[in-house]
């Protein structure tokens, strides 16, 4: 990272990559510009992201934080990934989908070990309590990045302290109302993948199995903070509820 130039203020290049909510914009050697369409604040992304990155968990280095004209801070200078994600990788025959689902539980593992100390004490909702571990909330193959055949986890957005199991309850319904639903059309660069329902069907399963406890006990918290998204129809969501539900079933009589 040294041997990079300062950063400066210098326009955005080229787009290399769009999300539901977001673009990222190439901005010199081995940096991008990420911004939301909303023009939202990163202030907090940042924090969580480099509070994490110092115990162990791997995410794009953040070289700054860059202000829009009326001097909110709405774009961070990321270091650059070159890699697939783990959807791509799994597409492609690199990674097993029972491999990327296992790896998305021990990513969580992972994360869920980082200490909370140091974080905003108002990181939230909901207000902390006993128990409470850095949770990432969007944790699914399309927001894991290989480089180098290393997870990269991105897109720290909506990040902060909760339980466990809601964590882990927002990826199984992320992967189960794609097996309902598709992936939505304006998930951004994944959408044009056509992912297969049996493929998400395989990760969701591996995951699911391989986590230290079931997302059960938050389920029902994690299907209304996801119904807020308006990623789907209405109904998908609680589908895919009961999709989780009975995988978990499943896994319970093996």
Do not use: K
Not at 32 to 49: G, H, N, P
Not at 169 to 177: E, G, H, P, R
Not at 209 to 231: C, M, Q, V
């Amino acid at each position: 990272m040294s041997d990079l130039p300062p950063v400066t203020d210098e326009p955005p290049g080229p787009l290399l990559a769009r999300g539901r909510e977001a673009t990222v914009h190439e901005l010199g050697p081995g940096r991008v510009l990420r911004r939301y369409d909303d023009a939202r604040d990163v202030t907090t992304e940042v924090t969580v992201m480099r509070h994490v990155a110092r115990h162990g968990v791997r995410v794009p280095h953040v070289h700054a934080v860059r202000p829009d004209a009326d001097g909110r801070l709405t774009g961070m200078v990321l270091e650059r990934l070159d890699g697939p994600t783990l959807v791509e990788a799994a597409l492609a025959g690199a990674v097993e989908p029972g491999d990327a689902g296992r790896l998305l539980a021990r990513l969580h593992a992972d994360l869920h070990r980082v200490p909370v100390d140091g974080l905003p004490t108002d990181l939230g909702p909901p207000a902390r309590e006993p128990g409470h571990v850095v949770v990432h909330l969007d944790l699914h193959p399309a927001n894991v990045v290989l480089v180098r055949g290393e997870p990269v986890v991105i897109d720290w957005a909506i990040a902060r302290t909760g339980p466990a199991t809601l964590d882990t309850a927002m990826t199984a319904l992320t992967l189960a109302c794609a097996v309902v639903d598709g992936v939505p059309a304006d998930a951004g660069d994944v959408a044009r993948l056509g992912v297969p329902t049996w493929f998400v069907t395989t990760v969701l399963d591996a995951y699911l199995a391989a986590l230290p406890e079931p997302p059960t006990p938050s389920l029902d918290r994690a299907a209304a903070i996801r119904d807020t998204f308006g990623a789907h129809p209405p109904g998908v969501v609680q589908a895919g509820a009961e999709v989780v539900r009975l995988a978990l079933d499943a896994i319970a009589r093996r």
